[in-house]
């Protein structure tokens, strides 16, 4: 059977005495070991980026720079290759494969240009004779924990920043597609990065507790589920660790009356039920301003909804493929009987779902409830599968309100034709991210992504000028140099050989 081994120093590290099984969620069944590694593995790694780091940092930035810019090109090149490897593991079709390769793709592009944003601050004649500047230096060796649903995107989130700064990376990716990792550490060492620098070791809790205890890790930046993210941020911070931890989500989506209801069902489609509804900034719920609007809006989307195809992660018409395992597929399908029991009406059901032939695999049809209610557990928690739940609101207020007062901050989106209600949405709102007449707001490479509340824990957001500070250091310079000549006239003294 196919083993997924660590990438330490360049090639494949030390053997392993445990392994977690990596499913096949298009049919069931186990398609390959993954190796799960101990201290012994992470002191290996951090050996090689210790001998490795300090070359790397001292390069100039254009030379770094460089490696990026071979790397994008090598991405693009495998960009089939790196889908087909992603859909494999994950489930998701191969339109969000390359969708989740590209977006990380453009995190590498942002990075191209580091020269520019690693420029420091410069005051010239700050008292007699003083100057002072800054410098933005690398923190040593960093290291990122990542989940299952961007097996790609996310690792080059952290992994494209940190070493494009200068610093050492090592990557813990989630246990359950961990081979594309592994591919972008051999394309980060064939653009030209030396060994050492972008590692990936494979493991669970256990080696995720030994990265937060590790001495030598100066940051850790992580991003999966809250409970997980919480206990991170306090380990990591407690052992004197720069810490950011990304956690779940429970997105909002608001529907204005005046808004576009065929723009909205399209959009919801997509981003309620697209990749299975494993993505953070999907949008699970549904909250119609007005019966009127509710009405209308059900009206268009049960059609839409039961038009979805869903299929394996290859057929080309399929809106979106199974989830990641059968336990998850078990534990969606317990949050949806978990609604019914609440009292939700259950309009759409897409439990019992069964695809000929892949009658093993972990799909489940779209799900849609109207009249879930805020006190309802489904709701306040995050169910992360294709469910998507109706929650109405009176009004304006009401509707700002829910996702204000929930327990996760990551997104929320708000559709009207009115300006002014979308404004105030923005300004009020007590999320991070927010869309207007966009379902799935994710900022480009050169702003920075990050939510709020139990979303994420810590001070930055990934990527972008956020990244860049999280990955660096400021070391502030008050440098003074005083006229030298004898006489004080200023007249330069020059030194004479002999
Ligand atoms: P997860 O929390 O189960 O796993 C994330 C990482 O933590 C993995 O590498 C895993 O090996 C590790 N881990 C798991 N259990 C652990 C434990 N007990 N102690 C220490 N480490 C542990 O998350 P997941 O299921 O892989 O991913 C889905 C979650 O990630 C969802 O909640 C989703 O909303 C969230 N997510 C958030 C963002 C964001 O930017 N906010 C982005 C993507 C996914």
């Excluded at 669970?204 to 001495?215: C, G, N, R, S, T």
């Excluded at 395992?325 to 949806?336: F, N, R």
């Excluded at 009249?371 to 557990?377: F, G, N, S």
Aim: hydrophobic share 45%; net charge negative; charged share 20%.
């Amino acid at each position: 059977m196919r083993q997924v081994d660590h990438f330490i120093h360049g090639g494949a590290g030390a053997a392993g005495t445990r392994f977690a099984d990596i499913m096949d969620p298009n049919n069931g069944g186990v398609q390959a070991q993954v190796v799960l590694g101990d201290q012994s593995v992470l002191d290996a790694a951090v050996a090689a980026a210790q001998a490795a780091q300090p070359a790397w940092a001292a390069m100039n930035p254009q030379r770094r720079a460089r490696v990026m810019f071979d790397f994008k090109a090598l991405i693009e090149k495998h960009m089939d290759e790196l889908a087909h490897m992603l859909s494999a593991e994950h489930g998701k079709v191969i339109a969000d494969s390359k969708g989740d390769i590209q977006r990380g793709l453009e995190v590498v592009e942002f990075c191209c240009g580091l020269p520019h944003v690693l420029k420091g601050e410069y005051t010239h004649g700050a008292g007699p004779g003083i100057d002072v500047w800054s410098m933005r230096q690398p923190l040593g060796i960093g290291a990122g924990i990542t989940p299952f649903n961007f097996p790609a995107m996310i690792p080059l989130w952290m992994g494209a920043v940190a070493t494009s700064v200068g610093n050492a990376f090592i990557l813990k990716p989630s246990e359950r597609d961990p081979s594309v990792p592994n591919r972008l550490a051999e394309l980060f060492l064939e653009a030209g990065m030396p060994a050492g620098i972008f590692q990936v070791v494979h493991g669970d809790k256990e080696m995720v507790d030994a990265i937060l205890d590790h001495p030598a890790i100066s940051a850790v930046s992580f991003v999966g589920s809250s409970d997980i993210a919480h206990y991170v941020y306090n380990r990591g911070v407690a052992a004197g660790k720069r810490v950011q931890a990304m956690g779940g989500a429970k997105n909002h989506g608001i529907v204005m009356p005046d808004a576009d209801l065929d723009q909205v069902v399209n959009d919801l489609t997509g981003a309620a039920f697209g990749s299975a509804g494993e993505r953070c900034m999907a949008l699970p719920v549904v909250v119609p301003v007005g019966d009127d609007t509710a009405e209308r809006l059900k009206a268009k989307l049960i059609p839409a909804i039961e038009a979805l195809r869903v299929g394996i992660s290859t057929d080309a018409d399929a809106h979106y493929g199974p989830v990641v395992t059968a336990q998850h597929k078990a534990k969606v399908e317990g949050w949806i009987q978990t609604c019914v029991d609440e009292g939700g009406e259950l309009v759409v059901d897409g439990r019992g779902f069964k695809l000929q032939g892949h009658e093993e695999g972990y799909f489940i049809g779209p799900t849609l409830f109207d009249h879930v209610t805020t006190d309802m557990e489904s709701y306040k928690e995050e169910i992360f599968g294709p469910v998507l739940q109706m929650v109405r609101a009176a009004n304006f207020e009401e509707a700002l309100a829910l996702p204000s007062k929930h327990q996760y901050g990551n997104g929320v989106a708000i559709f009207t034709r009115n300006g002014h209600a979308a404004r105030e949405f923005a300004a009020r709102v007590n999320v991070g991210m927010v869309g207007i007449n966009v379902p799935i707001p994710v900022p480009v490479a050169y702003h920075s992504f990050g939510g709020w509340k139990r979303s994420g824990f810590g001070d930055t957001d990934q990527y972008g000028m956020e990244g860049i500070k999280f990955w660096t250091k400021v070391k502030k310079i008050t440098a003074r140099w005083p006229d030298g000549s004898p006489d004080g006239t200023n007249a330069f003294i020059i030194p004479t050989m002999g």
